[in-house]
């Protein structure tokens, strides 16, 4: 069965600063991989997927993630921390269906970002 | 193109009563979802619709039933409300391994 550890459910850095939040995963087929972002009282907006081309992937508002298999890990980064980066960010895996697939999502992580 | 969208924003129900949660997209999406969203857990997905006239349950299908209306349209009932479902519910659809979210139903049963 597939699943998504996030380490640490709450995160702060500042303004600035390097944004490193962290994903494994278990899979026994190569995963689909995603980062979700939940700004307050909103629905999940999508900053990046990893679907087997280039290992770093690049996404949306600055935010990139590595999928290193050796180490089942999909960390998100982001080289400067902005005050509207702060929100609730999810890693999400998947099975490769057939035109469909069913999403196994991590607790999330909040990041807080202070000046 | 409004994207996924959820009806009510926000609804209150006491212990027994039934209500049901309607979602629609305009992307001309084959499948649909259904997950609950509870503090510290992440999203669960609790049933889900690959193509028009399909429906298989999820990881937490129990006391929920779905109606996959048309393309279109999912929606999701509970015949009888528990507190237990205090929750709050994001409909979703899917292109390929892409999925876009609805703006969420936030439930409180009372």
């Known amino acids: 069965a597939q699943s998504v550890t996030q380490l640490g459910s709450h995160v702060s850095v500042s303004e600035g600063a390097l944004v490193l939040l962290r994903c494994n995963y278990s899979s026994s087929v190569p995963p689909y991989l995603f980062w979700y972002v939940q700004y307050p009282n909103q629905g999940l907006q999508l900053l990046l997927k990893y679907t087997s081309a280039a290992t770093l992937v690049k996404g949306i508002n600055g935010f990139e993630a590595e999928f290193k298999k050796s180490e089942t890990s999909f960390h998100l980064t982001k080289p400067s921390a902005h005050m509207s980066d702060a929100a609730e960010y999810f890693c999400?895996?998947?099975?490769?269906?057939?035109?469909?697939?069913?999403?196994?999502f991590g607790a999330g992580t909040r990041l807080a970002v202070h000046p | 193109n409004a994207g996924v969208t959820q009806t009510p924003k926000f609804q209150v129900l006491k212990t027994g009563q039934s209500m049901t949660l309607q979602c629609a997209q305009d992307m001309n999406h084959n499948s649909m979802y259904w997950y609950r969203q509870d503090p510290g857990m992440g999203l669960r997905l609790i049933y889900y619709?690959?193509?028009?006239?399909?429906?298989d349950k999820g990881e937490v299908p129990n006391g929920y039933n779905v109606s996959r209306l048309n393309k279109r349209e999912f929606s999701l009932r509970l015949e009888s409300a528990a507190p237990s479902q205090t929750s709050v519910y994001f409909c979703?659809?899917?292109?390929?391994?892409?999925?876009?979210f609805g703006p969420g139903t936030r439930l409180l049963v009372l």
């Open positions: 999400a895996v998947s099975d490769r269906g057939g035109g469909y697939n069913k999403l196994i």
């Open positions: 619709s690959a193509s028009e006239g399909t429906t």
């Open positions: 979703a659809s899917g292109l390929g391994e892409t999925q876009y």
